[in-house]
């Protein structure tokens, strides 16, 4: 029996945690990457509408801000979905969860609309100039608490090579913001764990989200997002090289030359360049883990793969499974370890 019909037909999965109240109060709670808003809006109605009485709370926000809720607040979590997959079994295996699925691809662009400075001229060939002239005010989330926050400098630094000038991260990020490049046998290593910016050419802010709504006001005139969040927004992007862009599985060599130095907790951790890829998981402090399995389900399934693909973020079909996946998944996923 698929694992939706399981929740909704069991009438003691429905009521878990609930103690006293009618299925109709049921609520589950989704933690999810700001990115994957738009998409799981969709999912949410889906889902709602295949499981009467139960109501999905999104409660959308930076992948390592959101796994922070579960593992330093203790807020539990019938489902948590991170743009970087990584962060699942670096930040919460195996204390606080025991599997994860990787369901999904993306890509970093440079958004804009037509009001932005230099909007007529900007191309994948000169973004780095227009970023650097006069006037131009662009931004990006903070490395701190956002995956897009600490893949943007990557992105930036592994231009140099590709462009072959070796003031682009200089002349962008070092001369506007506190953070700053080292290399060593062929790594460059940002260090951003203080990411302040000057707030007059660059600014940096919390979520990859405040800045869409920062560019469409007119406060900025770029801002580095994936480009499903430019596609649903309906921003002007700049797509940019394979090369650069950790959108490529073919290119994670190169992607892998460059590492983001952030927090983490009281001390501070090395994200790798590597290729964009989402992952999900049902915490172990889930009150409703079955819903939450339920909605997994739905999300690696047709409906959701149909809502990734129409949201411009490709699925990956079939997901991929880690650790202990659930039996009942284990027909939607190609279980890898």
């Not at 070796?166 to 962008?172: R, T």
């Not at 979520?207 to 007119?218: C, N, T, Y």
């Not at 892998?256 to 927090?263: D, G, H, I, M, N």
């Amino acid at each position: 029996m698929p694992l939706h019909q399981a929740a909704v037909n069991n009438p003691g999965v429905k009521l878990h945690g609930v103690s006293g109240r009618g299925a109709e109060d049921i609520r589950i709670t989704v933690f999810c990457a700001g990115s994957l808003t738009g998409p799981f809006e969709k999912v949410k109605a889906a889902f709602e509408v295949e499981h009467p009485g139960v109501t999905v709370v999104l409660e959308p926000g930076g992948s390592v801000e959101i796994i922070r809720r579960v593992t330093g607040s203790g807020r539990p979590a019938d489902l948590l979905a991170s743009a970087d997959y990584a962060l699942i079994p670096e930040m919460m295996v195996p204390e606080h969860a025991d599997w994860y699925l990787t369901f999904a691809k993306n890509r970093m662009v440079l958004t804009y609309t037509n009001e932005s400075r230099y909007a007529d001229e900007i191309t994948a060939g000169n973004w780095y100039d227009v970023l650097a002239r006069d006037g131009v005010r662009w931004g990006f989330s903070d490395p701190n608490s956002d995956p897009c926050g600490y893949r943007t400098p990557m992105v930036i630094q592994l231009a140099e090579g590709y462009y072959g000038n070796d003031q682009i991260f200089e002349d962008l990020v070092v001369a506007h913001s506190n953070i700053t490049v080292t290399e060593e046998n062929g790594t460059s290593t940002v260090h951003a764990t203080d990411s302040g910016s000057d707030d007059t050419t660059l600014f940096i802010r919390l979520k990859a989200d405040d800045l869409v709504r920062m560019v469409r006001s007119g406060d900025l005139d770029y801002a580095w997002e994936y480009r499903s969040v430019a596609v649903q927004n309906d921003l002007l992007f700049i797509e940019l090289p394979e090369e650069i862009d950790l959108s490529a599985v073919e290119f994670a060599e190169n992607y892998a030359t460059v590492q983001t130095e952030a927090k983490k907790g009281d001390g501070t951790t090395l994200y790798a360049g590597a290729p964009i890829v989402y992952g999900v998981t049902v915490p172990k402090n889930a009150e409703h883990p079955d819903l939450g399995l339920a909605f997994v389900e739905m999300l690696v399934g047709a409906t959701g793969q149909e809502i990734l693909t129409a949201d411009g973020q490709p699925p990956i079909m079939p997901a991929g499974g880690y650790g202990s996946v659930p039996a009942g998944l284990e027909p939607l996923v190609a279980v890898k370890a």
